[in-house]
């Protein structure tokens, strides 16, 4: 059921290739996933995060447009295919070891969350000075 | 071997609360683990994506200071402790539902990335226009 994508990934078979080499050599996890921060192209403001399968990173280099692996309903997320708010995706980067994927995006449609929110880090965490349970507020 | 921190998290009985209310309800996944990315609390640029789990995340809001769990070494890593690249934490966001979470740091010491570099994403991917071994080239 994989399409077919010509695109072919390194091995790895050293830590220092993996850390150094100039060749794209993603470790998807046990369950076959990479764990992905889409940031805004412009100004690196972190909108969401998600994971991808070897599948869906390979549709994302084919068409320029992040495509995800649902955890919750377990099958391939083209974001935006129905809802117009893609993300265009203007550069990819990976980290020294590999198992994680910055995506430099320009979001299009309305916002990146399903809140309806432009992204999805809304809130932050308010940590009580004595304990006692730890509150949100609203992110500038 | 818990050690005993006064902050409790709220329970995470419905979609509405979890995205709406200003209650801090971590989701640890099968593994007890919650994704975190560093990003710079200046730039916004990111620095390293890493996990936590429930005691990694309590010990970060007493210290103030991020502590991770490393899933190499099975065991609370907080970073810097040896290194002096220790990370100053001056927010932290938390996503939709609650399973990703942003920490917005001050970086100290010589940089992030264990190879001596400031962050760990120091390079992008280069997509091939005819397909074939997907490269990479070092990111501004």
């Given at each position: 059921m994989t399409p077919f994508t010509p695109y072919q990934f390194g091995s790895r078979e050293t830590k220092q290739a993996i850390e150094e080499d100039l060749v794209f050599a993603p470790k998807f996890d046990e369950n076959g996933l990479i764990a992905v921060m889409a940031v805004d192209a412009h100004s690196d403001e972190a909108l969401m995060l998600a994971y991808m399968n070897e599948e869906s990173l390979r549709l994302t280099l084919e068409k320029g447009q992040a495509v995800y692996w649902s955890r919750s309903r377990k099958e391939l997320w083209h974001k935006?295919?129905?809802?117009?708010?893609f993300q265009e995706v203007v550069e990819i980067r990976t980290d020294c070891d590999q198992d994680a994927i910055v995506l430099r995006v320009i979001q299009h449609g309305g916002g990146c969350c399903h809140t309806k929110r432009s992204n999805c880090f809304y809130r932050k965490v308010v940590v009580p000075k004595s304990g006692g349970l730890v509150k949100l507020a609203p992110a500038e």
């Open positions: 935006g295919a129905t809802s117009g708010e």
